[in-house]
């Protein structure tokens, strides 16, 4: 869409332009976990390479699962090296293993690293080459063996998602890379897993996910299915995001905010993010910095920069986060939805500006010389300059 189309649109017009809308198998419920043994036979699963993280074996759903494919005569390969913001060398050393094991399929136990760096590695396996070759869009040219992701966080969608961000180390960066060759086969999406999560992580996941929502629904590359999802996640989360985190063991509320996320993923999968996600994806890699309070941070901060390109979507988004429209002029709305939002945060205990988080004014100008070049921005609906990120990321100083 053309810069300030979203703004000619009338309220009640839809979007006619060409759109695909591409999203794996999903099955979402209590107990969805339990089906994986009946997928991996569907997907032809003789051996599989189950990719987790060492901090799932802290709670029940590794082992719950391991149980699972022994008991369905399913052997499998179990590699945990993964970080947070999961680093190219793991991606290669996990490949390395997938090839030696004898494995055919791919499983993903575990939040937004654990399933990037399961898609890094199916990458590899099947295109034999360093996992950097494939940044950008659809440099994919040989599809992944079978990917069966379940997640245990309500925020990344990676197991939704076209999308895999992988940490080039030594460059300390993120890259994004963005095919329809790494949306996985089939994800289990079971809220149940979510009652383990502990208080900040929920915060920090739940506003990724609202990240998504707000960057899928003024992204240029927006349509009439994406906005449906975006909207009803913004929706759920702005609801239920602080009682699920005063309530850890409500299976309702954690089925809404886990809801929320699918909904969020299926929209930024297919419109794409903005110029929330390129900043965090440079702070990511620069300073490993946690991804969803990155977002946290820097959303309200995008929310302002963005308004006046994208105002009658913004104007959705008020409505939709209860906040009265009528007869107000846009500064006065933009400023509440940017209040709001930062208050969102604050309530549920995201209170670090990126200073507190370790950022020194003199890493402005690294993080906006990288961050300019990550994909997310080419659906920003305001098209920034490294001097416009260099000025955000300042001001959330």
């Avoid at 052997?75 to 945990?80: G, K, P, R």
């Avoid at 913004?234 to 063991?249: D, K, M, V, W």
């Avoid at 900043?279 to 990511?284: E, I, N, Q, V």
Wanted: aromatic share 8%; with cysteine.
């Amino acid at each position: 869409m053309s810069k300030n189309q979203n703004n000619l649109l009338q309220a009640d017009d839809i979007q006619l332009e060409l759109r695909k809308f591409v999203a794996p198998e999903y099955i979402f419920g209590v107990d969805a976990r339990f089906l994986v043994s009946n997928f991996c036979k569907q997907l032809g699963g003789k051996k599989v390479f189950l990719v987790t993280d060492s901090g799932l074996a802290a709670t029940p759903w590794l082992s719950e699962l391991q149980d699972n494919l022994l008991q369905n005569s399913i052997e499998y390969q179990v590699f945990s090296s993964v970080s947070p913001n999961p680093r190219d060398f793991e991606v290669m050393e996990g490949a390395d293993i997938y090839q030696r094991s004898g494995c055919n399929l791919i499983l993903a136990l575990g939040g937004g690293s654990v399933m990037d760096c399961a898609k890094g590695i199916g990458i590899v396996s099947t295109n034999h080459k360093s996992i950097e070759k494939f940044e950008g869009v659809d440099k994919i040219n040989y599809p992944m063996p079978p990917l069966i992701c379940i997640p245990t966080t309500a925020g990344t969608a990676a197991d939704l998602s076209q999308f895999a961000i992988i940490n080039r180390y030594d460059q300390k960066y993120k890259m994004a890379i963005i095919s329809k060759a790494t949306v996985p086969d089939v994800a289990l999406v079971d809220p149940v897993v979510l009652t383990t999560m502990d208080p900040f992580l929920t915060a920090c996941t739940g506003m990724d996910a609202l990240s998504h929502a707000f960057e899928a629904y003024v992204s240029n590359a927006s349509s009439a299915f994406t906005d449906l999802y975006a909207l009803e996640a913004i929706g759920l989360i702005n609801a239920n995001l602080q009682t699920s985190i005063e309530r850890p063991t409500d299976i309702q509320l954690r089925g809404r905010i886990m809801l929320a996320s699918l909904y969020a993923g299926l929209a930024f999968s297919n419109a794409s993010l903005g110029c929330v996600h390129s900043m965090a994806h440079s702070l990511g890699g620069y300073l490993d910095l946690p991804h969803g309070e990155c977002n946290a941070i820097l959303l309200p901060h995008v929310v302002g920069y963005n308004f006046n390109e994208a105002t009658i979507k913004y104007k959705a988004i008020a409505n939709k986060l209860g906040i009265d429209v009528d007869g107000k002029p846009l500064s006065v709305l933009k400023k509440q939805v940017v209040d709001y939002v930062a208050r969102l945060s604050k309530s549920i205990g995201i209170v670090s500006t990126l200073g507190t988080k370790g950022v020194r004014p003199d890493f402005v100008r690294e993080l906006s010389r990288k961050a300019i070049n990550d994909p997310c921005n080419a659906t920003n609906p305001r098209v920034p300059t490294q001097a416009d990120l260099a000025a955000i990321y300042s001001e959330a100083l």
